[in-house]
């Protein structure tokens, strides 16, 4: 089944679930929730949305931020929560499989959070979830698709720009992003997080510059997401520097190298993708830098005063677009334009 024939509703487990309309509906609800959260009133608002409801954060691989946010985001519209961080504690370390796993969560909660080492055990969880009515995220697929990191990439970017825009008139989402040229570095082959992007940058009228070095460059399937999209350009380079001029989004990546079989990513050269305070003066006086985290030493630490650098509050923006998300899925964006 194509991801676009699946409900987000039901599911979210690929970025090509979300159009431009959708992006503009999550994001204006994750502004209000944004604005809410910062008053005790607000956030007793918020709170009383659903507090009926239970979620599941059965996270199979290590996580910081996506388990934070995701647990936070519960907590701001008065989820109650239970989780698995560790297969080792669960009964997987018994044999039980996967399936079996999400099968008994699903006997306890409304909404599945699910991050996992394998590709494709989002996609097969949502198959026999829907037909019991309990909702999914997928919160990271092995080194497949981040939907919701790339859900608050989009929505980094968006925030940036419209607070640049002197004007009254709300903004869609597509007239601050359509134009725009993003250079995106590093592990585009097993980065999820960049595959993420990339697929949902593909229903705008961007320009991407895609640095990676020859064994980690973008896979087959991204390569046709990208040819599916006319108004799309890519270009392929074998390092970053020459190419900040034209950059109004830097995003910077790590070498996933968890995926390795035998160290092969220890062979790689990666000091053409690494950006370096050297480097700030050849970028866009109005370029917004980022990065999904966690990061090593592809971007120096001296780069985080600099105004450009976006990555504290992109990895902010998660909680947001995350409680956004969920509460579109339950049914609650029009409400939340009430409160």
Same mark, same amino acid.
């Given at each position: 089944?194509?991801?676009?024939?699946?409900?987000?509703?039901?599911?979210?487990?690929?970025?090509?679930?979300?159009?431009?309309?959708?992006?503009?509906?999550?994001?204006?609800?994750?502004?209000?929730?944004?604005?809410?959260?910062?008053?005790?009133?607000?956030?007793?608002?918020?709170?009383?949305?659903?507090?009926?409801?239970?979620?599941?954060?059965?996270?199979?691989?290590?996580?910081? @931020?996506?388990?934070?946010?995701?647990?936070?985001?519960?907590?701001?519209?008065?989820?109650?929560?239970?989780?698995?961080?560790?297969?080792?504690?669960?009964? =997987?370390?018994?044999?039980?499989? !996967?399936?079996?796993?999400?099968?008994?969560?699903?006997?306890?909660?409304?909404?599945?959070?699910?991050?996992?080492?394998?590709?494709?055990?989002?996609?097969?969880?949502?198959?026999?979830?829907?037909?019991?009515? !309990?909702?999914?995220?997928?919160?990271?697929?092995?080194?497949?698709?981040?939907?919701?990191?790339?859900?608050?990439?989009?929505?980094?970017? #968006?925030?940036?720009?419209?607070?640049? !825009?002197?004007?009254?008139?709300? @903004?869609?989402?597509? =007239?601050?992003?359509?134009?725009?040229?993003?250079?995106?570095?590093?592990?585009?082959?097993?980065?999820?997080?960049?595959?993420?992007?990339?697929?949902?940058?593909?229903?705008?009228?961007?320009?991407?510059?895609?640095?990676?070095?020859?064994?980690?460059?973008?896979?087959?399937?991204?390569?046709?997401?990208?040819?599916?999209?006319?108004?799309?350009?890519?270009?392929? !380079?074998? =390092?970053?520097?020459?190419?900040?001029?034209?950059?109004?989004?830097? #995003?910077?990546?790590?070498?996933?190298? =968890? #995926?390795?079989?035998?160290?092969?990513?220890?062979?790689?050269?990666?000091?053409?993708?690494?950006?370096?305070?050297?480097?700030?003066?050849?970028?866009?006086?109005?370029?917004?830098?980022?990065?999904?985290?966690? @990061?090593?030493?592809?971007?120096?630490?001296?780069?985080?005063?600099?105004?450009?650098?976006?990555?504290?509050?992109?990895?902010?923006?998660?909680?947001?677009? @995350?409680?956004?998300?969920?509460?579109?899925?339950?049914?609650?964006?029009?409400?939340?334009?009430?409160?």
């Amino acid at each position: 089944m194509s991801p676009t024939d699946i409900d987000l509703k039901n599911s979210c487990i690929h970025p090509l679930q979300f159009d431009k309309d959708l992006l503009s509906v999550l994001f204006r609800s994750a502004d209000k929730i944004k604005t809410l959260d910062a008053s005790i009133d607000g956030r007793k608002k918020l709170q009383l949305l659903l507090p009926h409801i239970r979620a599941a954060l059965y996270f199979n691989q290590p996580s910081t @931020r996506t388990y934070i946010s995701f647990t936070n985001a519960c907590h701001i519209l008065g989820i109650k929560i239970s989780d698995i961080r560790d297969s080792g504690n669960s009964s =997987e370390q018994k044999g039980e499989s !996967v399936h079996d796993t999400i099968h008994t969560l699903s006997q306890y909660t409304d909404l599945i959070i699910m991050r996992h080492k394998d590709d494709n055990a989002a996609n097969e969880a949502a198959s026999f979830l829907s037909e019991n009515g !309990v909702k999914l995220i997928n919160a990271g697929s092995g080194k497949d698709q981040h939907p919701t990191q790339a859900l608050l990439d989009i929505y980094t970017i #968006y925030d940036h720009f419209k607070n640049k !825009v002197k004007t009254d008139k709300v @903004r869609e989402v597509h =007239e601050l992003i359509d134009g725009k040229t993003i250079l995106i570095a590093g592990d585009i082959k097993r980065g999820r997080a960049a595959r993420s992007l990339i697929n949902l940058l593909s229903k705008f009228k961007v320009s991407l510059i895609l640095a990676s070095p020859d064994e980690l460059k973008a896979d087959s399937d991204i390569n046709e997401v990208i040819k599916k999209n006319k108004e799309l350009t890519a270009i392929h !380079v074998n =390092e970053i520097g020459s190419n900040f001029n034209d950059a109004d989004i830097i #995003y910077m990546t790590r070498i996933q190298d =968890e #995926y390795d079989s035998k160290n092969e990513s220890s062979a790689i050269n990666y000091e053409p993708f690494k950006l370096k305070y050297s480097h700030l003066k050849n970028i866009k006086k109005d370029a917004i830098i980022m990065h999904p985290l966690p @990061r090593r030493d592809e971007i120096e630490i001296t780069i985080d005063s600099d105004k450009r650098a976006v990555y504290w509050q992109q990895e902010k923006n998660g909680l947001w677009v @995350r409680a956004a998300l969920i509460a579109y899925m339950f049914g609650l964006n029009k409400e939340l334009e009430l409160l």
